[in-house]
């Protein structure tokens, strides 16, 4: 099996047809087998290709820049940017006027981010995830885990913020254990502090078979719950 490099995006090429889309910025190929044709990378992302910096992203050599509309509400300026050129998410903030006090192992609340997003490519989703400081460090996680903005969603962005109850019947016992004003019965948000973070990753939209049977067979068959140990 030949390995065909163009613009440092490598392809394994097969005995099957193999068409270039001319019309891309990099080589996007079509893999045509048994009269069906799998596209490597969706028809829409191929405007949304383009070369990475690679001084800015070591290692990178692709990249994909969905355009997103933002829509700031209430006069709040916009905040949307990585923290380091590394980071894959956007820090967001609370767009609250007054404190809010999660009572840790209380009811999740529903906190505005200050801001409307219209992602428009369905190729793509938006997800909110916690900050790994806040959610390690104070218990500040999401009360529905991961937060998943549709591309066709067009209202205001909120975090459901959830206060961890891991720490309801402690007492500090260092300088860390409870910062930003938190205490051992909530955690303390304040109007623009940045409780979560926002990643744009690609989304696939597979064809469904129903069959009588899977035609397949694995090693690992139907073993999971840590069925290949924990060691």
Not at 2 to 24: H, R
């Amino acid at each position: 099996m030949a390995t065909k490099k163009t613009k440092d995006v490598q392809v394994q090429e097969t005995p099957s047809e193999v068409i270039q889309d001319q019309q891309a910025d990099v080589s996007v190929f079509s893999v045509t087998e048994n009269t069906e044709t799998v596209q490597i990378y969706p028809v829409s992302w191929q405007d949304n290709v383009v070369e990475s910096n690679v001084e800015q992203h070591q290692g990178s050599s692709v990249t994909f820049q969905p355009e997103v509309e933002i829509e700031m509400l209430e006069g709040n300026n916009f905040y949307l940017e990585h923290a380091t050129d590394g980071s894959a998410g956007f820090d967001v903030r609370a767009a609250i006027s007054e404190p809010i006090k999660l009572i840790r192992g209380g009811r999740a609340q529903l906190i505005p981010l200050g801001f409307k997003m219209h992602l428009a490519d369905p190729n793509f989703v938006a997800v909110l995830v916690p900050r790994s400081g806040n959610g390690h460090k104070r218990g500040l996680v999401m009360g529905n885990g991961t937060g998943v903005i549709d591309s066709d969603y067009l209202g205001q962005v909120y975090v459901s913020a959830w206060a961890r109850p891991n720490r309801t019947q402690w007492t500090a016992t260092h300088e860390h254990d409870f910062i930003d004003g938190d205490t051992p019965e909530y955690i303390l948000i304040n109007p623009g502090d940045r409780i979560g973070q926002l990643m744009f990753i690609p989304v696939a939209h597979p064809k469904f078979k129903v069959v009588e049977k899977l035609s397949g067979s694995t090693a690992r068959g139907e073993g999971g719950f840590s069925s290949t140990g924990t060691k």
